[in-house]
């Protein structure tokens, strides 16, 4: 029988690193501040495959 070559060791998990306090943020308002975070929010859930209900400019 042939000897199969060594097992690699898995791949280290990869993260991707978000600023969440740069120096763009904090100079900010409130309001600005508070949707960039829903937007950012947002994005993430659908890229995680949450459902979202679409919503009408009436209901903003």
Avoid: Y
Wanted: avoid cysteine; proline fraction near 10%; charge should be positive.
């Amino acid at each position: 029988m042939k000897r199969l070559p060594p097992a690699r060791p898995p791949a280290a998990p990869r993260q991707l690193s978000i600023p969440f306090e740069s120096g763009r943020l904090r100079t900010m308002s409130l309001a600005e501040r508070s949707t960039v975070l829903a937007r950012m929010a947002r994005l993430l859930l659908e890229a995680a495959g949450a459902a979202t209900e679409e919503r009408s400019d009436d209901e903003r």
